[in-house]
């Protein structure tokens, strides 16, 4: 099978709102959690998130183009165009064909907020049937990858992957298989999402999913310490340029890793709880090593889906020794959602980018707000609290699980 090559990044994130400033929100271990401005969240249970700051739309589209868009949308397009000019190919160079350049995009929970809104208003104007003709449009979650696929004209592969927290894992996974299988040349993928909103904060506070450390959102976001309490609910996107190794040497394309491998797996277990022993999450890495045809002491790095929960980072854990057995403690672990909230179906996204930076910038991002150890956990892992740690970052394997029990990882190596 053919190579899979990364030449181009984007990212819009709560820590910062292209490559570089992620890349410098992820080395000093900033926390992007902030009181919510989006809605009036004082009746909530939780009224923080981590939200994207100082972002105008209207600086990469006409304001009546936003008005058309879910937020999801938007923030998909601010990504997707920092990675598209970064592989550059905003201009498609000759011996580039667009009908071999794709786009697979996710979101777990598309427009939301537009969907949330449009009954709203159907409802206190007193069941007018006037609904906005652009509410279906702006709600569904494959969407974005059509929008971005009107934008610069890529008629190759087009659609959306949607299962929750892995959504935008499985979309890079996707991309991997249909450059490696022959079917296109580029494909530009990632996720976006934008669910700081009445029904996303109300919905995960039903479920008890959220931290609701409203006196100090700043570290609510926790993993693996003992008072871990909860997620915190993040924003944004994240997008790679995927190529085929041959296609993007010859335009002279710059290189800043390899897809090695993935896996993906179910835990059929229970829709929300992981399996207790992280059966799914043991099988996938192991999958994703298999498909890689990497033995375990060729991870450095593992960019782990630690959430903050109480369940969830004990079982993945549990799974990372089971899979890694003594090479476990030689490792780094962290969780980049210490920092970012998670992102829901845009987290597999920004996490892989933040295992591909490790690769290229040879340091290990922290898992930031420890203070205390959870006896359940073995203290010998190494989870990088606190601070970044410089490494040589050979290969980085990325975690994201989601609801529904859907596992995904995948592994980026430093190319030779």
């Not at 003709?133 to 696929?149: N, T």
């Not at 290189?255 to 179910?266: D, N, R």
Request: some cysteine.
């Amino acid at each position: 099978m053919k190579r899979v090559v990364v030449t181009g990044l984007g990212a819009l994130t709560p820590i910062g709102n292209n490559i570089a400033a992620y890349l410098q929100g992820l080395q000093n271990g900033v926390s992007g959690a902030n009181p919510i401005t989006r809605f009036d969240a004082s009746k909530f249970k939780t009224r923080f998130a981590c939200e994207v700051k100082d972002f105008d739309p209207e600086t990469i589209m006409e304001r009546k183009e936003v008005r058309k868009l879910d937020l999801f949308a938007v923030f998909a397009i601010a990504a997707s165009d920092e990675a598209i000019a970064d592989a550059g190919l905003a201009q498609l160079p000759a011996g580039v064909d667009p009908d071999r350049v794709g786009v697979i995009w996710a979101s777990g929970i598309g427009g939301l907020s537009s969907l949330e809104k449009e009954i709203e208003e159907f409802t206190l104007g007193g069941y007018n049937p006037r609904y906005n003709p652009f509410m279906i449009p702006k709600m569904i979650p494959d969407i974005a990858a059509g929008h971005i696929s009107m934008k610069y004209r890529f008629r190759g592969i087009n659609y959306a992957t949607v299962s929750a927290c892995a959504s935008s894992t499985h979309a890079i996974m996707t991309a991997f298989d249909a450059i490696r299988l022959g079917r296109n040349d580029v494909i530009v993928c990632g996720g976006s999402e934008a669910a700081v909103m009445a029904a996303g904060v109300g919905g995960f506070n039903a479920m008890k999913a959220l931290s609701t450390r409203n006196d100090d959102y700043q570290t609510a976001s926790r993993p693996f310490d003992l008072d871990r309490d909860g997620f915190v609910l993040g924003e944004g996107a994240a997008a790679l340029v995927l190529e085929e190794l041959e296609h993007a040497q010859r335009r002279g394309a710059r290189i800043y890793a390899e897809v090695a491998g993935c896996g993906a797996t179910a835990d059929a277990y229970h829709i929300t709880a992981p399996h207790p022993e992280g059966l799914g999450a043991t099988n996938v890495m192991l999958m994703a090593l298999q498909d890689a045809g990497m033995d375990k002491e060729q991870i450095d790095y593992i960019n782990v889906h630690g959430t903050s929960t109480p369940l969830g980072d004990i079982a993945e854990a549990k799974a990372i020794q089971k899979v890694f057995g003594e090479h476990a403690y030689a490792l780094n672990i962290s969780s980049t959602k210490s920092m970012t909230g998670h992102l829901l179906g845009a987290a597999g996204a920004v996490e892989a980018i933040a295992c591909i930076l490790a690769i290229v910038h040879s340091f290990v991002p922290p898992t930031i707000n420890h203070f205390t150890d959870d006896p359940e956990l073995d203290n010998r892992l190494n989870f990088t609290f606190n601070e970044a740690q410089p490494r040589k970052v050979r290969a980085a394997l990325s975690n994201t699980f989601g609801f529904g029990g859907h596992n995904a990882s995948v592994i980026f190596k430093a190319f030779e």
